[in-house]
């Protein structure tokens, strides 16, 4: 459970940092995000979903 909630602080840190650094780049990635089409969104999703679980697999294995 640790490991969870330093996972999603970690998110909310470098969430924070695109939004509070660079509102501009992300006011421009989100509008950018709507004109895309599902199935590029899905493909982005699994990605990155694979690779997330790749590092998790590689940092505790080692």
């Known amino acids: 459970m640790q490991d ?3 996972a999603i602080g970690l998110v909310l ?3 924070g940092l695109v ?3 660079f509102p501009g780049l ?3 990635l989100a509008t ?3 004109s895309l089409p599902e199935t590029i969104l899905r493909i982005a ?3 990155s ?4 679980v790749g590092i998790v697999w590689l940092v505790r294995s080692g």
């Open 45 to 47: 999703g699994l990605a």
């Open 49 to 52: 979903i694979a690779i997330g």
């Open 26 to 28: 992300a006011r421009k």
């Open 4 to 6: 969870f909630l330093a």
């Open 19 to 21: 939004y509070g650094g």
């Open 32 to 34: 950018e995000v709507l």
């Open 13 to 15: 840190v470098i969430e």
